[in-house]
Nanobody
């Protein structure tokens, strides 16, 4: 199985950028579809973005389209989430997750492995 570790979170101001990393170990990240989810205090863990195993297809929730970009570097065994023009409502713990099977990318239950999360806080 694969282990996932997120990094790159922090405290930033509205309008700033951050790049989150999801580093895989145990198995190559190229074997998995990768999703990013986020969970704000008192809320459900929601889908943010995903990239298929091949890297050819990406998916985004409407609120981040045009601001966030998901990409993967299989040679580095890492998936990234570039977040630009951050807003206070982007504040959450961000998780990456890996899926073996090709299923609906936006559904949390379709992912098999999860990282521990990284905190992103955006001040106004």
């Amino acid at each position: 199985q694969v282990q996932l570790v997120e990094s790159g979170g922090g405290l930033v101001q509205a309008g700033d950028s951050l790049r989150l990393s999801c580093a895989a170990s145990g198995r190559t990240v190229s074997s998995y579809h990768i999703g990013w989810f986020r969970q704000a205090p008192g809320k459900e863990r929601d889908f943010v973005a995903a990239v298929r195993r091949s890297g050819g297809s990406t998916y985004y929730t409407d609120s981040v389209k045009g601001r966030f970009t998901v990409s993967r570097d299989n040679a580095k065994n890492t998936v990234y989430l570039q977040m630009n023009s951050l807003k206070p409502e982007d504040t959450a713990v961000y998780y990456c997750a890996a899926a073996l099977l090709t299923r609906v990318a936006t559904q949390r239950s379709n992912y098999d492995y999860w990282g521990q999360g990284t905190q992103v806080t955006v001040s106004s």
